[in-house]
């Protein structure tokens, strides 16, 4: 089974930083608005990413926004409008105590929004080993 590794683009750093397997990560207040919007849950009442079953998933248990998940594609604009207008899939707000089917990551470059924020995501799989004779 291939293993993927999962990236988020971290305007505060300037860089691509790399989503540990081996815990969630939270797309809560702090992650998206560095704590600045208040409208914003935070971990465990927001969305997040979690590797569970050699894959990569996207789940929700924010009971406030809808997560809205995009293929990033050259000239779409970093605005929650777009990624709205141009999204695969959708998590609806969560009912209380529960979350939102997840969806499983596809190989790529994604851009995620929640409220008015966005985060761009980037899955690369491992390569297969050739299999044995």
């Known amino acids: 089974m291939a293993t993927g590794r999962l990236f988020l683009w971290s305007a505060t ?3 691509w930083v790399s ?4 815990e969630i990560t939270w797309l809560d207040r702090r992650m998206l608005s560095g704590n600045e919007d208040l409208t914003l849950h935070r971990a465990p009442r927001c969305a997040g990413l979690r590797y569970v079953h050699h894959r990569w998933e996207l789940f929700s248990r924010d009971t406030t926004y809808r997560v ?4 990033e594609e050259a000239g779409t604009p970093l605005s929650a409008a777009a990624v709205e207008r141009t999204a695969c899939h959708v998590l609806p707000v ?3 105590r529960y979350e939102a089917l997840p969806v499983i990551l596809a190989e790529g470059s994604w851009l995620l929004s929640v409220g008015r924020w966005v985060v761009r995501l980037r899955l690369e ?3 297969q080993p050739p299999a044995e004779p």
């Not at 989503?19 to 081996?22: E, G, I, L, N, S």
């Not at 809205?68 to 293929?71: E, G, N």
Request: glycine fraction near 6%.
């Open 94 to 96: 969560a009912p209380v």
């Open 68 to 71: 809205y998940l995009a293929p």
């Open 13 to 15: 750093l300037g860089e």
């Open 19 to 22: 989503c540990p397997p081996d």
């Open 125 to 127: 799989l491992a390569a």
